[in-house]
Every structure is written in structure tokens, then in C-alpha cells.
């Protein structure tokens, strides 16, 4: 059924499905469930690392937790040795603006990236932007070994938080994706256009496939699974890079977007001005462009002649 080779008429790889997950199939075909993508109270959500841990057990689903720019709810969970499968994980936010998701191993791997590359580079807003640009995080991240996919790669809104939307406004070169090993194909907090052009790009580039609901609050968890056969970290984490995993889901409702985005805005406040200077840093630039090319166009006038 699922990771089957070449495309579907509507250009979205077969092991990719828009559909709710039937994780008790899922297990019964042999396959791991897990949400790649999910927040805690240890960033810009509410939800408690048990609370998240007490629910995945129950759905039967394994879980990575991202929190922002910080290993500390992977390395909670990790303490706690729940009964599901625990992908080491966090989100880290680049300098002009792309989120990359960042997969280790070994938790204490992780700990040691956070302390020796990220940590130090962190802002007065630390769930948002670190000091380290696109192209100097990945570089960092060569010394480790982990996955590095890339998150929400055309969103989020009119913000660079996607490397894809980055090289498509030529920020980025387009060799950046190739420093990738997989690529988030469906994100619970895109809309399916953009999640269906994210899939089609990941085949285009063969790089590996993701998913995940972005969740920060547990309505959220596993609704969108990253599968392999694998049940554990080392054997998921290959399955990934070798394209052998699969993807389903279905994206969160306009109203359930609304009501997260109320969520994060009140996690933001004690850093409202940081946040702002991170905002202006990050798209003035494409401002002073987008005035600079609307400037070029504009034909020129000619002296009349006297």
C-alpha cells in the first residue's frame, strides 16, 4: 500500500497520504507511527512533556519532541523513559529566518550541539531567531550526527520560516537544500498546497520524508506521522535518510490554526520588543528589495525638448 515508487496524477508521491492516520493498521502493517514535530512548555507551547508523553503512549503513536532552539523537553522526556519510541529532536531557528529540524541519534549528542553551537547564539526572544544564518548552522551541523530536515519549507505566511520559500526569493543559493537529508512534507500548520508543493520538491531533490503536526497543544498530537518499519531511534532515523518511511495526515482547520496562533501570541509577550527586532531584521532586507526592483522597472522619463 504505502512506499510504493513514482508519482500519483496529481504529482505527490505515493507515500504520501492526506488522510487521518489509522495508526492501529499503521502497527498492524508493521510500521512506526511517530509525530516528528511537536512542542512543549519547554518553548512557545503549554503543554506538559507528560502530558504529551501520557497521550502518545495511549494513541500508540512514538513522538519527537522539537522544542524551540532548546533540547531540554526532549532531554525531560528522555528522563522520564516512557513506553514509546522517542526521536531526539529540536527546532532551531536560523538567523534569516529558516526552521530547521534537527534529529539526533543520541540525546546526548543533542545536548552537546545545543551547548556548543546554539546555545551561546541565542537571542533576548529565544524562541525565535538564534544569531546563526542558514548556511553557518547547517555547517555546524556536519559535525554531528543527526538529520537535518527542513521545516514547513514554504511557510510560514509572508515570513521566511521555509528554506524552499527562501531559495525561491533567492535568499538562499539553491545548493542549500542539498545539505538536507529530508525535507517536512506535510506540516499540520500549512495549507495543503503549500504541503503538496513541499512533497513534490522532496522528490524532485530525493531527499528523505517527514511529517509532523507542529502541535503545541495536545489536541494536535498525531495527527500527522512519520512511518518506518524501524522501533527504534537508529533504525527510524536510516529509514528516513533512505526514503524508506512514509508520511500521512491531514492538515489542522482554519479554526484550530486561529486558535493556536492566539496560544503562541500570549508565549511571546515578556519578549515583545526582542521579537519585533527580530521581525525587522529579518524582512527589512526583502523590503528594501522589493522597493529597489519596482524602482528599476519604472520607465524612464525623457527631457522634453525645449
Request: charge should be negative; avoid cysteine.
Given at each position: 500500500m504505502f512506499l510504493e515508487t513514482g508519482m500519483k496524477n496529481d504529482g505527490v508521491l505515493q507515500n504520501v497520504r492526506f488522510e487521518r492516520p489509522m495508526v492501529e493498521h499503521i502497527r498492524k502493517w508493521g510500521f512506526h507511527p511517530v509525530d516528528m514535530h511537536f512542542h512543549t512548555n519547554h518553548s512557545d507551547a503549554y503543554t506538559k512533556v507528560r502530558s504529551a508523553l501520557s497521550l502518545a503512549k495511549k494513541q500508540g503513536v512514538g513522538l519527537a519532541i522539537t522544542d524551540h532552539n532548546t533540547?531540554?523537553?526532549?532531554?525531560?522526556?528522555?528522563?522520564?523513559?516512557?513506553?514509546?519510541?522517542?526521536?531526539?529532536?529540536?527546532?532551531?531557528?536560523?538567523?534569516?529566518?529558516p526552521h530547521i529540524l534537527l534529529y539526533f541519534y543520541d540525546i546526548a549528542e543533542m545536548v552537546e550541539f545545543y551547548e556548543r553551537e546554539v546555545e551561546g547564539k541565542k537571542g533576548k526572544s529565544p524562541y525565535m531567531a538564534t544569531g546563526l544564518p542558514t548556511v553557518d548552522l547547517l555547517g555546524c551541523s556536519d559535525r554531528y550526527n543527526c538529520v537535518r530536515a527542513a521545516a514547513h519549507p514554504y511557510g510560514y505566511l509572508v515570513f521566511n520560516k521555509g528554506v524552499a520559500k527562501c531559495i525561491e526569493k533567492q535568499y538562499l543559493a539553491e545548493e542549500t537544500l542539498s545539505r538536507f537529508e529530508a525535507i517536512e512534507v506535510i506540516n499540520g500548520g500549512m495549507r495543503r498546497n503549500l504541503n503538496r508543493k513541499a512533497s513534490n520538491l522532496a522528490v524532485r531533490k530525493g531527499l528523505g520524508l517527514v511529517g509532523g503536526t507542529d502541535g503545541h497543544t495536545l489536541k494536535d498530537l498525531g495527527n500527522i506521522v512519520t512511518c518506518a518499519e524501524s522501533a527504534d531511534v537508529e533504525g527510524f532515523l536510516n529509514a528516513v535518510v533512505h526514503r524508506q518511511s512514509f508520511v500521512v495526515g491531514r492538515e489542522k482547520n482554519l479554526l484550530d490554526k486561529s486558535v493556536t496562533a492566539a496560544l503562541l501570541m500570549t508565549r511571546y509577550v515578556p519578549y515583545t520588543v526582542p521579537s519585533i527586532a527580530v521581525h525587522y531584521r529579518q524582512n527589512m532586507p526583502r523590503v528594501q528589495r522589493f522597493v529597489q526592483r519596482r524602482t528599476s522597472r519604472r520607465p524612464k522619463t525623457r527631457a522634453k525638448v525645449k
Open positions: 533540547p531540554s523537553g526532549a532531554v525531560e522526556a528522555h528522563r522520564m523513559r516512557p513506553e514509546v519510541l522517542l526521536i531526539p529532536g529540536m527546532e532551531v531557528s536560523a538567523e534569516d529566518g
